[in-house]
């Protein structure tokens, strides 16, 4: 959407996000979506479109995968861009299976530590996240998946790695003739020089105060005891993770080969070495082995709680006698 009116300068009517996600549900959630209010807007849009000879873009990252009629789904908007003749390009984001999951169980659970006295649930180990996915999904890739889908219906089908330029990559390679806001993209990457960095709350710091709290140790509410926590092992302003200085468990060797040899299965069949752009197996390795003793993983509840007792107790208020202060 920040690249619109580049986009609509190319020649290109571009399909709201929240609208583009009411129609994946609507589509997945039953077969008559085609008689709901979301499908006639959507033709409507498509008809005008074509009418005016303008290309489409359509893009959102809500309600493509995980369920089972995925294939209805594809199949609805096959039927659509058919009938109006139009060329379609499936862009089809990827990020490697080690960094997939830990992602995803920051999504899944960043919600569970709340400002209120009542937990939504409790956070699993990020191990017992991952020996649960496995169980249910056997850690299959969703990318993989949309894939599947997606070549059942349409043969140009583009593989873009999630990455610091995902969006001039997206905009100068994916989307066919968009000169414009391709030019913007670059020009505004090169005006802030880096990429806006995602910054997220690690969990590890909501567990800790979930466990603090079921222990008895603290009673302020989950989150602020997580904030609480992570602002007094902040060593410094600049330091970027506090957690280093906590025991930690990560996965053991059996888990990490078997992670591996899942990462380079899909890794191989996502995006095959056929450009400079794609990474080697030497270098997609030492980023495995980096994020082996990083993102992979977590801190040590219960050793923590003992070594380190203080970062959960309350300050102790300080109360005024006859001039004086006193501390209780």
């Not at 479109?49 to 489409?56: F, I, P």
């Not at 409790?122 to 070549?151: C, G, W």
């Not at 806006?196 to 709350?201: A, D, F, K, S, T």
């Amino acid at each position: 959407q920040h690249y619109q009116q580049e986009l609509h300068e190319d020649g290109y009517n571009v399909y709201s996000f929240r609208d583009a996600s009411q129609l994946n549900k609507c589509l997945k959630s039953n077969t008559s979506c085609q008689n709901q209010p979301e499908w006639k807007h959507f033709m409507t849009f498509m008809k005008n479109s074509k009418q005016k000879g303008r290309h489409v873009v359509i893009s959102t990252e809500s309600d493509w995968n995980h369920l089972s009629n995925d294939t209805f789904l594809f199949a609805a908007y096959h039927d659509v861009f058919s009938s109006l003749d139009y060329h379609v390009r499936i862009v089809i984001s990827y990020r490697p299976l080690y960094e997939y999951w830990p992602s995803l169980y920051f999504q899944q659970f960043n919600h569970y530590c709340g400002y209120s006295h009542v937990n939504v649930g409790e956070i699993p180990s990020f191990v017992d996240f991952l020996e649960n996915m496995n169980k249910t999904t056997q850690l299959r890739h969703p990318s993989y998946e949309a894939l599947q889908h997606a070549r059942t219906y349409f043969h140009d089908v583009f593989i873009l790695p999630l990455s610091d330029e995902l969006i001039k990559r997206f905009l100068c390679s994916a989307v066919i003739g968009a000169s414009r806001a391709c030019k913007a993209a670059v020009n505004e990457e090169n005006a802030e020089h880096d990429a806006v960095e995602n910054q997220r709350h690690s969990l590890q710091y909501d567990r800790l105060a979930q466990a603090a709290r079921s222990k008895g140790i603290s009673q302020l509410p989950c989150k602020m005891l997580s904030n609480q926590t992570q602002q007094r092992l902040q060593l410094s302003e600049n330091q970027s993770s506090a957690t280093q200085e906590l025991a930690t468990t990560c996965l053991n060797s059996s888990q990490l080969n078997w992670l591996w040899n899942k990462t380079l299965y899909y890794h191989h069949y996502m995006l095959p070495n056929n450009n400079e752009t794609v990474q080697t197996d030497e270098e997609l390795k030492v980023h495995f082995q980096k994020a082996s003793t990083t993102t992979l993983c977590q801190v040590n509840v219960e050793q923590v709680l003992v070594d380190r007792p203080e970062l959960f107790t309350e300050k102790k208020k300080k109360t005024q006698i006859g001039g004086r202060i006193a501390t209780p």
